[in-house]
């Protein structure tokens, strides 16, 4: 019997992608182990959106190479799309390397692997197939995720993942809903659709569905009582996926639109495509919307040439919007992409002190916010039970997490909806009661 081990660094993407390569690997007679100890094959699925994700990977290898014992060792995902045959020099323990585009042909690259190729590699970009795969073998038993494009067409000054994942392709309409039912049946009730940039999803067949439309329908499959989408390019998004949201109660109301600056100047420079007065259009159409639409953000501080006044923008458009949670990030240079060209770096420790201006102004923001929950009811599916503090943890449509007791008697509720009425708020999540 031959077995593996797989790690996933990364985001959505990577974690879905790893979902579909054990499902390819257990139809290919593998079983899967929980150490890498155990296994003969170690599969890493990498990460490369920041210079200290793709570090971490490069660790992870230095720890294998005093322990590998004649097991087989396998870098998947953007650090082995990124850098390639370099890998077998930099570790020359490693015999096989795999960018996400190339997952089609894992059977005959392990068919290789097997028979003692030690250099084998997937490592072409020129796709024009989606990794589509009845074979998933999925984590989580109530929120599936389902692929409906693939790669990224932008050119953000900052980022390697056109470099890591390729151009954008996107799946058959008809396919993502056949998927969507099928997992309906499977008895899922929440969907989260992914992408790179899922707004500029256009079907391929015929029927041409445009990203609001196919939203629409993914939230019609019966049964399905939770769709989420990530994630979101400013540029792409339009007014319809407000409409659906608001027509649609499936439909989550939660939009993670990655805003990067609050300057237009430095938008610019980052090749974003959009204005901060743009990207505010898009924020009015979400807080005018019937429901009440929870928006996140990405941020990141300290792009080349980012002034002191520019980064104030930043700030002015935190406070403006008052976003539900932000994720915040020091710029890191990316082999392969525009901005490494840009002079005008900023040091290390100013970084360091935006960074934490950001998330102490936004810390306050959201502290305020959660604080207008406390006393109203909200609908959360159960995803998992606290021993130490006897709270079951739920998650609001909304996204937010919402820690809650109920009485001992009531049972396993596990992968359940309930209501829950919020009686504290933190920062980062709410508490509240079951409400019966
Ligand atoms: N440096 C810092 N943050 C980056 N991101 C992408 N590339 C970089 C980079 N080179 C951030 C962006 C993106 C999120 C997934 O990661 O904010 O939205
Ligand atoms: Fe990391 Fe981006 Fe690749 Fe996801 S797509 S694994 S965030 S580099």
Request: proline share 4%; glycine share 6%.
């Amino acid at each position: 019997m031959k077995n593996f081990y797989i790690e996933t660094f990364g985001c959505q993407m990577n974690a879905h992608d790893s979902e579909k390569v054990v499902g390819t690997l257990l139809a290919e007679g593998y079983s899967q182990v929980t150490t890498p100890d155990e296994a003969e094959l170690v599969l890493y699925n990498t990460c490369s959106i920041r210079d200290k994700a793709e570090q971490k990977v490069f660790h992870r290898l230095q720890q294998f190479k005093r322990n590998n014992k004649g097991k087989k060792i396998v870098l998947l995902g953007c650090v082995a799309q990124q850098e390639g045959e370099r890998v077998f020099e930099k570790a020359p323990f490693v015999s096989m390397v795999c960018g996400s585009a190339s997952y089609n042909q894992l059977p005959e690259m392990l068919v290789q692997l097997e028979t003692g190729n030690k250099r084998v590699t997937g490592l072409s970009l020129d796709t024009e197939d989606t990794f589509d795969t009845p074979l998933t073998r999925r984590e989580n038993p109530h929120r599936a995720y389902i692929t409906i494009i693939e790669g990224c067409d932008k050119s953000c000054a900052y980022c390697v993942v056109p470099f890591t994942r390729g151009p954008e392709r996107s799946r058959v309409s008809a396919s993502v809903i056949g998927e969507a039912r099928r997992l309906a049946e499977d008895g899922y009730t929440e969907i989260q659709l992914l992408g790179q940039n899922v707004n500029s999803y256009r079907d391929p067949s015929p029927a041409g569905w445009d990203f609001a439309t196919l939203l629409d329908q993914v939230g019609r499959v019966p049964c399905i009582r939770r769709v989420r989408f990530t994630t979101s390019h400013p540029r792409d998004f339009v007014r319809p996926i407000v409409d659906a949201i608001d027509e649609n109660p499936a439909l989550c109301n939660h939009v993670h639109l990655p805003m990067q600056s609050g300057s237009t100047r430095v938008l610019q420079a980052m090749q974003r495509l959009y204005t901060r007065d743009e990207y505010m259009r898009r924020i009015e159409w979400m807080k005018a919307a019937r429901r009440p639409i929870a928006i996140t953000t990405d941020i990141i501080v300290g792009f080349p040439g980012e002034t002191e006044a520019e980064f104030e923008e930043t700030l002015t458009l935190l406070r403006e919007v008052e976003f539900d949670a932000i994720f915040g990030f020091k710029y890191s240079r990316r082999p392969n992409t525009p901005a490494l060209a840009l002079d005008d770096q900023i040091a290390e420790e100013e970084k360091t002190r935006r960074l934490q201006i950001v998330l102490e102004m936004q810390r306050e923001i959201q502290l305020r916010r959660n604080a207008a929950y406390v006393g109203t009811v909200e609908e959360c599916l159960v995803e998992g039970f606290n021993k130490a503090t006897g709270q079951w943890i739920g998650r609001t449509s909304q996204h937010k997490t919402l820690n809650f007791l109920r009485p001992a008697s009531g049972g396993d509720i596990l992968g359940g909806y309930v209501d829950v009425r919020v009686t504290r708020a933190g920062a980062n999540s709410l508490a509240g009661e079951c409400v019966h």
